[in-house]
């Protein structure tokens, strides 16, 4: 079975300019999750969507981040412009939400570097 | 969803046991206790979970103290591919109105060495 793809692996930008990430979940996973990871910390949710719907963005700066989910598979998260304290890991994730069966299966990020 | 707090790095020698434990004082009745790993440049990876009982798997088991203050999670036999950072996490049951929030600390950074 495939994992989550998520592409680019990495990526590297000038600040100000724009930038997108993709993520494919595992198929029949209703649930996608974005995550930034800085430095020597721990992920932190941005995002988390229930099929097409976003049921939490609290975490979403979205004065310049903003995503979208499709047809309730494939995701986008883009930020623009990009600043220079945008520069981390982006993860994706995805489950089924079942009582059963919730674990979380992450992809293995996209590494942005903001110059 | 209750803090948690564990040590910032151990070391464990390979083909040892590697106990990892977890603080999390606050836990309330409903909230479970997850565990994920994030190996170098991956992302995290689902280990183990559990309410009350001890839980063995595969990969670990997870030892819950009686008060479920306090946790352990167990590497029976380390191998250098288990070189880590360990997530501790607790969260509320999905039947209790929680969802799949994980809210992730800086972890346990584990080194196995030969």
């Known amino acids: 079975e495939a994992g989550v793809v998520q592409s680019p692996r990495y990526k590297i930008i000038e600040k100000k300019q724009p930038v997108a990430f993709w993520c494919n979940p595992i198929s029949g996973h209703n649930t996608l999750y974005w995550y930034r990871q800085n430095l020597g910390q721990g992920p932190e949710l941005l995002i988390r969507?229930?099929?097409?719907?976003?049921?939490?963005d609290s975490q979403l700066p979205k004065d310049r981040f903003s995503a979208e989910r499709l047809k309730g598979v494939d995701s986008t998260l883009k930020i623009q412009p990009a600043e220079l304290g945008d520069s981390a890991v982006y993860l994706c994730?995805?489950?089924?939400?079942?009582?059963?069966?919730?674990?979380?299966?992450f992809g293995p990020g996209t590494r942005l570097t903001v110059t | 969803d209750a803090k948690t707090t564990q040590p910032p790095s151990m070391d464990c020698a390979e083909g040892r046991a590697a106990n990892l434990p977890c603080n999390h004082s606050t836990i309330s009745g409903n909230e479970y206790v997850y565990w994920y790993r994030q190996i170098h440049s991956q992302g995290p990876q689902y280990i183990i979970h559990?309410?009350?009982n001890n839980e063995t798997n595969e990969m670990a088991s997870l030892i819950i103290t009686e008060d479920r203050k306090s946790s352990t999670l167990i590497l029976p036999h380390a191998t250098l591919r288990d070189t880590a950072v360990y997530y501790c996490?607790?969260?509320?049951?999905?039947?209790?109105?929680?969802?799949?929030?994980?809210?992730f600390g800086a972890g346990t950074r584990l080194a196995v060495h030969p």
């Open positions: 559990g309410l009350k």
């Open positions: 994730a995805s489950s089924l939400e079942s009582e059963r069966n919730d674990e979380q299966y």
């Open positions: 969507y229930e099929n097409e719907e976003a049921v939490d």
């Open positions: 996490i607790v969260r509320l049951a999905i039947s209790s109105g929680g969802y799949n929030k994980l809210i």
